[in-house]
Protein backbone atom coordinates (compact mmCIF):
# COMPACT_ATOMS: atom_id res chain seq x y z
CA UNK A 1 0.00 0.00 0.00
CA UNK A 2 1.57 3.28 -0.93
CA UNK A 3 1.58 6.16 1.64
CA UNK A 4 -0.66 8.59 0.96
CA UNK A 5 0.81 12.01 -0.15
CA UNK A 6 -0.93 14.04 3.01
CA UNK A 7 0.52 11.80 5.50
CA UNK A 8 3.83 11.52 3.71
CA UNK A 9 3.69 15.61 4.33
CA UNK A 10 2.67 15.47 7.80
CA UNK A 11 5.62 13.63 8.43
CA UNK A 12 7.67 16.13 6.88
CA UNK A 13 6.34 18.67 9.45
CA UNK A 14 6.74 16.46 12.15
CA UNK A 15 10.43 16.56 11.44
CA UNK A 16 10.31 20.37 11.15
CA UNK A 17 8.23 20.52 14.59
CA UNK A 18 10.29 17.93 16.90
CA UNK A 19 13.65 19.04 15.34
CA UNK A 20 14.56 21.31 18.33
CA UNK A 21 13.71 18.96 20.50
CA UNK A 22 15.77 16.21 19.00
CA UNK A 23 18.16 18.58 18.71
CA UNK A 24 19.00 18.62 14.78
CA UNK A 25 19.57 20.56 12.78
CA UNK A 26 17.47 20.24 9.14
CA UNK A 27 17.69 22.17 5.69
CA UNK A 28 15.47 21.08 2.49
CA UNK A 29 18.09 19.29 -0.19
CA UNK A 30 17.79 20.32 -3.36
CA UNK A 31 15.73 19.03 -6.39
CA UNK A 32 13.65 16.34 -4.46
CA UNK A 33 10.55 16.43 -2.55
CA UNK A 34 10.50 15.33 1.01
CA UNK A 35 14.33 14.84 1.01
CA UNK A 36 16.70 17.09 3.90
CA UNK A 37 20.27 17.37 4.78
CA UNK A 38 19.89 16.22 9.20
CA UNK A 39 22.73 17.36 10.89
CA UNK A 40 22.72 15.71 14.60
CA UNK A 41 25.86 15.61 17.14
CA UNK A 42 28.64 16.66 14.34
CA UNK A 43 27.34 14.23 11.57
CA UNK A 44 25.24 15.21 8.90
CA UNK A 45 22.84 12.66 6.39
CA UNK A 46 21.29 13.34 3.04
CA UNK A 47 17.79 11.76 4.04
CA UNK A 48 14.38 10.99 3.03
CA UNK A 49 10.94 11.20 4.95
CA UNK A 50 8.76 8.46 4.54
CA UNK A 51 5.80 7.57 6.82
CA UNK A 52 6.67 3.83 7.50
CA UNK A 53 10.60 2.27 7.74
CA UNK A 54 9.31 -0.10 5.39
CA UNK A 55 8.07 2.15 2.74
CA UNK A 56 11.76 2.29 1.33
CA UNK A 57 11.05 -1.36 0.60
CA UNK A 58 7.73 -0.47 -0.62
CA UNK A 59 8.59 2.15 -2.85
CA UNK A 60 11.40 -0.23 -4.04
CA UNK A 61 14.42 2.87 -3.40
CA UNK A 62 16.77 -0.27 -2.71
CA UNK A 63 16.56 -0.66 -7.04
CA UNK A 64 17.28 3.18 -7.70
CA UNK A 65 20.92 4.35 -8.30
CA UNK A 66 19.90 7.55 -6.66
CA UNK A 67 19.09 5.40 -3.76
CA UNK A 68 22.74 5.01 -3.05
CA UNK A 69 22.54 8.69 -1.88
CA UNK A 70 20.18 8.30 0.38
CA UNK A 71 22.04 7.92 4.18
CA UNK A 72 19.08 7.87 6.86
CA UNK A 73 15.36 7.27 6.51
CA UNK A 74 13.31 9.79 8.61
CA UNK A 75 10.07 8.14 9.17
CA UNK A 76 7.27 8.56 11.82
CA UNK A 77 7.40 4.64 12.77
CA UNK A 78 10.04 2.49 12.21
CA UNK A 79 8.98 -0.76 10.97
CA UNK A 80 11.64 -2.91 8.98
CA UNK A 81 14.98 -3.45 9.01
CA UNK A 82 16.75 -0.95 6.40
CA UNK A 83 20.41 -0.95 4.99
CA UNK A 84 20.25 2.71 6.59
CA UNK A 85 20.33 4.53 9.98
CA UNK A 86 16.36 5.47 10.68
CA UNK A 87 15.20 7.98 13.06
CA UNK A 88 11.91 7.36 14.03
CA UNK A 89 10.25 10.45 14.98
CA UNK A 90 7.39 8.59 17.15
CA UNK A 91 10.18 7.09 19.33
CA UNK A 92 12.68 10.22 18.86
CA UNK A 93 15.46 7.34 17.86
CA UNK A 94 18.35 7.15 16.09
CA UNK A 95 18.37 2.83 15.03
CA UNK A 96 21.45 1.85 13.22
CA UNK A 97 21.90 0.52 9.80
CA UNK A 98 20.24 -3.55 10.26
CA UNK A 99 18.49 -2.88 13.52
CA UNK A 100 14.82 -4.18 14.10
CA UNK A 101 12.62 -1.89 15.89
CA UNK A 102 13.04 -1.78 19.78
CA UNK A 103 9.58 -2.68 20.32
CA UNK A 104 9.98 -5.86 17.93
CA UNK A 105 12.99 -6.59 20.34
CA UNK A 106 11.40 -6.03 23.48
CA UNK A 107 8.62 -8.35 22.28
CA UNK A 108 11.28 -11.31 21.93
CA UNK A 109 10.31 -11.34 18.13
CA UNK A 110 6.94 -12.90 18.76
CA UNK A 111 4.73 -13.22 15.79
CA UNK A 112 2.50 -10.12 15.87
CA UNK A 113 0.72 -8.00 13.53
CA UNK A 114 3.12 -5.76 11.55
CA UNK A 115 6.06 -8.05 11.85
CA UNK A 116 6.33 -9.78 7.99
CA UNK A 117 8.23 -6.29 7.10
CA UNK A 118 10.66 -6.82 9.67
CA UNK A 119 11.00 -10.49 8.26
CA UNK A 120 11.47 -9.44 4.84
CA UNK A 121 13.66 -6.45 5.56
CA UNK A 122 15.91 -8.83 7.13
CA UNK A 123 16.10 -11.01 3.87
CA UNK A 124 16.25 -7.94 1.85
CA UNK A 125 19.76 -6.90 3.57
CA UNK A 126 20.68 -10.35 3.57
CA UNK A 127 21.33 -10.84 7.40
CA UNK A 128 21.94 -14.45 7.88
CA UNK A 129 19.69 -15.09 10.63
CA UNK A 130 16.44 -13.89 8.80
CA UNK A 131 17.49 -16.43 6.03
CA UNK A 132 18.36 -19.11 9.07
CA UNK A 133 15.50 -18.10 10.87
CA UNK A 134 13.33 -18.43 7.13
CA UNK A 135 14.27 -21.90 7.08
CA UNK A 136 12.93 -22.97 10.28
CA UNK A 137 9.31 -21.51 9.13
CA UNK A 138 5.99 -23.96 7.90
CA UNK A 139 6.82 -24.77 4.24
CA UNK A 140 3.44 -22.15 3.29
CA UNK A 141 5.13 -19.49 5.37
CA UNK A 142 8.36 -19.48 3.67
CA UNK A 143 6.84 -19.79 0.07
CA UNK A 144 4.90 -16.59 0.90
CA UNK A 145 8.16 -15.07 2.30
CA UNK A 146 9.70 -16.11 -0.76
CA UNK A 147 6.87 -14.88 -3.52
CA UNK A 148 7.08 -11.56 -1.40
CA UNK A 149 10.99 -11.43 -1.92
CA UNK A 150 10.66 -11.64 -5.44
CA UNK A 151 7.82 -9.16 -5.57
CA UNK A 152 10.10 -6.74 -3.98
CA UNK A 153 12.97 -7.12 -5.85
CA UNK A 154 11.66 -6.50 -9.53
CA UNK A 155 10.44 -2.93 -10.09
CA UNK A 156 7.01 -1.65 -10.09
CA UNK A 157 5.42 -0.55 -13.21
CA UNK A 158 4.81 3.07 -13.78
CA UNK A 159 7.13 6.08 -12.59
CA UNK A 160 9.42 5.69 -10.12
CA UNK A 161 9.45 7.95 -7.14
CA UNK A 162 11.99 10.73 -7.72
CA UNK A 163 15.40 11.47 -5.57
CA UNK A 164 17.22 13.41 -7.58
Do not use: N
Not at 47 to 63: E, F, G, K, P
Not at 99 to 122: D, K, S
Request: overall charge positive; some cysteine.
Amino acid sequence: MPQSSSRWKLVDRLLLRLAPSLQLQVRPAEGGHHRYWIEMDGREWQALTLVRSSDYWRQRLHLQPAGRLLQLIVCERHDSILPLEVLDLTAGRLYDRYTAPLWFEQGRRQRVAGTGMIVLGGLLCGLHEWHEALERFPPSTRRRYRAELRRLMKRRPGRPLTLS
